[in-house]
């Protein structure tokens, strides 16, 4: 019972404090209710006071711990007892300190003997710190190195990365820093050490540290990033020790970045302090130096010229070169690589104008660099097409005219230079075509025969640098083959002269008969050769030029004389007075020895009878030659000669030592070999006086001419175009009908065919053929003619 009671007293006990806690609960409540706007002002209030105590205590947290966390608890615990009871002492971080060069470290079992790296936990900042490139001996370097460094981020951090990549970090230390295999993050993490060093704490090791970094340079500088990250550091780090920066050469590769770079802008600001005004080089390099600039591909396929073409275009421009003025002055900051600091950079640049700064001049020069290289353009689609042609005259004859002459310019320089190697300090020399052909970078067909238009090609190139040429066929002369010798000697635009007119005309066939009777008695001698160079000198209707040319037309001819039966149809063209002079040049060649010859008296009656002299002339003639040649030499008359047109010299010898020595021996044994078989000269010479043949007096009226043909010539190719082919028969009598040489008229048809398709249109032999894929250009131009 007792225990019964005693239960129902403790129930009603704790049903009474139950009520009175719902009832107090019920109040506040009702309270809160009732008074809610109260409270809520007077929980503002509370929360503004206690805000400046809160952020003393951040503050005074922050101050005691420089990296703005709390420093972790060190890998032991060091556990001290006081008065028999247990305490515990926690061991805060040290700042990291600098590892000289030489100086070794141990980590564990690993020892670092290279030094050159911070060791500890943290450094400071102007206003942190950082953990980034202290080598902390107590994070944990362990496990599969991971050499490659794919564990690690883009920015790495010594204090941030798995135990595997500083395993991996500490194993490239230990083996020299050289080992390429290792990723270039690790590589990174120690230069950020370098860089902390050098700019912040500016050490008395500075000269090692940039040793270092060079040498890290040539070992992975194949990475883009390390490589412009590290060439960075070298150049802010010389300019921090007071060394000039060196510049580079002008160049078309561009560096990344939005900024100009410092080489560029520290050397033009040096320029502007010694004067007012840019070159057109540092116009150039000023231009090209800009972010905004970009050149487009003949400017960087063709850069050599290029620029040449810059210096003409900016010197014409600014005479006195580009003034540039400007206020700002040159204001540099280092940026680290780590991203951890920046740093600015004193020294006397901070005098110098920032061209970055300066941007009126900048249109005009932008502009200066778009016109240069549309001037480029054809140049460089013939170089894309043909890079190996990219130094034949071919390729530069695209170039703009004043670069072609200006001795910059790449491919002109290179040939004009080997061309004065063959003509020497005398201005004249000799070779061959082939030679020649080949300095100007033209094709030379594997059968020797060279084609009419390579031959004006050669002539062009040579005409573009100042120089003749002989043979040339532009001037009457025929095509060489590529054996053949030719001369060459300095010459205003090449030595242009006028093929047709009466003397020249006049002169050139005796010269071309002087030969043929030079070489009719087998020997043609060099006092032959003597006598005729002479009897040129003393043409006093000749102008210096032509002179010039028809020596080297002389010389060339007797090494390779023409054949003589051509030679002789083609004496028929000539006027009455023309005939007489020619008679009388070749009487004086073979009389002038005092030494006549059967087969000299023969060669000189077929040659009157040709000319359609009498045949007494011949006796006359040479009798007094011989009367002459008893006598004192005749001396001839003065000459005229243009200035600046090099002649050779009368006496000793016509030929200058130089020109000899370069392979003209002009002597009895050497011209005594010149005599060759008739298939032989046939084939050298075939293209001999291919230009001029006889015509009528007019076309047939119905005839309408194709363009550059007259009518007879026009009559016989459309004939040939509507058969295609025939024999050479009845070639020869359809050309006789026309009053025109076979021989000439495929020679001149041919030609025409080479001015306009680079080819021949006939092809001579048994059967005369026309080319097939040409025979519908000429049906083509047929119809536009009719």
């Not at 690790?186 to 700019?199: A, D, K, M, N, T």
């Not at 066929?473 to 054996?483: K, L």
Request: overall charge negative; charged content about 25%; hydrophobic content about 40%.
């Amino acid at each position: 019972m007792a225990r019964r009671r005693g239960n129902s007293s403790g129930g009603t006990i704790l049903l009474i404090l139950f009520g009175a806690l719902a009832a107090v609960v019920s109040a506040v409540y009702r309270f809160a209710v009732e008074n809610a706007e109260a409270i809520g002002v007077v929980a503002l209030i509370c929360a503004l006071i206690a805000t400046p105590f809160l952020i003393a205590r951040v503050t005074s947290t922050k101050r005691a711990d420089p990296t703005g966390v709390r420093p972790p608890l060190p890998d032991t615990v060091l556990r001290t007892r006081a008065s028999g009871a247990p305490s515990t002492r926690v061991e805060r971080p040290s700042p990291a300190r600098w590892i000289r060069s030489g100086e070794t470290v141990k980590f564990g079992r690993a020892e670092l003997s290279g030094g050159m790296f911070y060791y500890g936990d943290w450094l400071p900042l102007a206003e942190s710190a950082t953990r980034q490139y202290a080598i902390n001996p107590k994070l944990p370097a362990s496990g599969l190195a991971d050499v490659e460094g794919s564990s690690m981020p883009y920015w790495p951090s010594y204090a941030d990365i798995s135990p595997g990549a500083r395993r991996a970090f500490l194993d490239w230390m230990a083996g020299g820093r050289r080992d390429p295999s290792y990723g270039i993050g690790l590589v990174f993490i120690f230069l950020y050490g370098l860089e902390h060093r050098l700019f912040l704490e500016g050490g008395d090791d500075a000269h090692l540290i940039v040793r270092e970094v060079e040498r890290l340079l040539a070992i992975y500088g194949a990475n883009n990033s390390f490589h412009g990250y590290a060439s960075n550091f070298l150049d802010f780090a010389r300019l921090a020790q007071g060394e000039r920066v060196e510049v580079s050469a002008l160049s078309p590769e561009r560096r990344g970045g939005s900024e100009m770079d410092l080489q560029t802008r520290l050397y033009l600001g040096d320029r502007l302090a010694e004067a007012p005004a840019l070159s057109a080089e540092d116009a150039l390099r000023w231009v090209l130096g800009m972010p905004d600039t970009y050149l487009r591909t003949p400017a960087v396929r063709c850069f050599d010229e290029f620029v040449a073409l810059w210096r003409l275009r900016f010197d014409r421009i600014y005479p006195a070169g580009l003034p540039v003025n400007g206020k700002d002055r040159i204001s540099l900051r280092y940026r680290a690589a780590s991203g951890s600091f920046d740093v600015a950079i004193r020294g006397p640049h901070e005098q110098h104008i920032d061209v970055t700064r300066v941007t009126r001049p900048l249109p005009g020069l932008q502009k200066l660099v778009t016109d240069c290289t549309d001037e480029l353009d054809s140049f460089s689609r013939f170089v894309g097409r043909k890079p190996s042609a990219r130094n034949s005259m071919a390729a530069a004859k695209l170039l703009p005219t004043d670069l072609q002459q200006s001795t910059t310019a790449g491919a002109i320089a290179d040939f004009r230079q080997r061309v004065e190697a063959v003509m020497g300090d005398y201005g004249r020399g000799s070779s061959t075509a082939q030679i020649l052909l080949e300095m100007a970078g033209i094709e030379v067909p594997a059968d020797g025969k060279i084609s009419t238009a390579s031959a004006d090609e050669l002539g062009r190139a040579l005409d573009s640098i100042g120089v003749a040429i002989e043979p040339d066929r532009r001037y009457g002369s025929s095509v060489p083959r590529a054996d053949e010798q030719v001369f060459v000697f300095r010459a205003a635009n090449g030595g242009p002269v006028d093929p047709a007119r009466a003397s020249f005309r006049a002169v050139r066939a005796q010269v071309e008969v002087a030969v043929l009777a030079a070489a009719a008695d087998g020997d043609a001698s060099y006092e032959e050769l003597q006598r005729t160079i002479a009897r040129i000198r003393s043409a006093t209707d000749l102008s210096g030029v032509e002179q010039a040319r028809l020596i080297a037309f002389a010389v060339t001819t007797f090494n390779n004389p023409p054949k003589q039966a051509r030679v002789m149809r083609k004496l028929a063209e000539t006027t009455e007075g023309e005939r007489q002079a020619i008679a009388d040049a070749a009487i004086a060649v073979i009389g002038g020895s005092g030494n006549v010859d059967a087969g000299e008296v023969k060669f000189l009656e077929r040659l009157h009878k040709s000319l359609g002299l009498p045949k007494e002339r011949v006796y006359t003639g040479l009798h007094s030659a011989a009367a002459r040649q008893a006598d004192d030499p005749v001396p001839v008359s003065g000459e005229d000669r243009a200035i600046g047109v090099p002649l050779p010299k009368e006496t000793p010898s016509p030929i200058p030592p130089a020109i000899a020595a370069r392979g003209i021996s002009i002597d009895a044994a050497r011209l005594a070999r010149t005599r060759r078989d008739t298939e032989a000269v046939s084939a050298l010479l075939s293209d001999i006086f291919a230009e001029d043949v006889v015509q009528p007096q007019q076309a047939p009226p119905e005839q309408a001419a194709l363009d550059g043909l007259d009518g007879p010539h026009t009559e016989l190719v459309e004939l040939l175009e509507l058969r295609g082919s025939m024999t050479r028969t009845e070639f020869d009598r359809h050309a006789k009908e026309m009053r025109l040489l076979p021989d000439g008229a495929i020679e001149r048809i041919n030609d025409w065919s080479f001015d306009r398709f680079d080819e021949a249109l006939i092809e001579d032999g048994d059967e005369v053929v026309v080319t097939p894929h040409l025979r519908g250009k000429i049906a083509e131009m047929k119809d536009e003619a009719a």
